[in-house]
């Protein structure tokens, strides 16, 4: 049960140290005036809301595009470490196990509405939050929601 867990948020401390590992906000991407892009330099953003060319620039590109931005990454690695947060497994009782109502082992704090109508745990948002990183090693065919 606490290997789902465990196993998840280790992709999640992942996914934070590959976004901040390169101690860059975002990516620029310089297009010459034709449309083609001509390279892609890292940027971070400005107190003004603007983004700026980490480096040496060429004057003679139309324009840049952000292409990325680790802001956005980080906020969506917190907001998945605080679902699984919120969906933790409880005693259980009675329950569902997918469609199928009767005794449960562990149910999910969060999903249900009451000790008689639990949901089993691992429920299917801890298990959807899971199913991005089911090519990464660790992922067992059991948690496919």
Known sequence: MDDLVTW???QLDEDERAVTGSGDLG?????RPDGTMAYTVPASLAPDGSWIAVGAVARDFASAVVVSCERERLA?????RQMV????????GQGFTGDKYGRIDF?????GDSDEFGVAWPCDTVLLVALPYADR???????QP
Do not use: I, M, S
């Not at 969506?76 to 998945?80: F, L, P, Q, S, T």
């Not at 947060?85 to 259980?92: F, Q, S, T």
């Not at 149910?107 to 999903?111: D, E, I, P, R, V």
């Open 8 to 10: 998840l948020r280790a």
């Open 107 to 111: 149910a999910c704090q969060c999903c």
């Open 137 to 143: 090693p660790g992922y067992q065919q059991e948690w």
């Open 76 to 80: 969506e690695v917190d907001a998945k």
């Open 27 to 31: 990516w620029l991407t310089y297009r």
């Open 85 to 92: 947060a919120l969906h933790v497994p409880v005693a259980g």
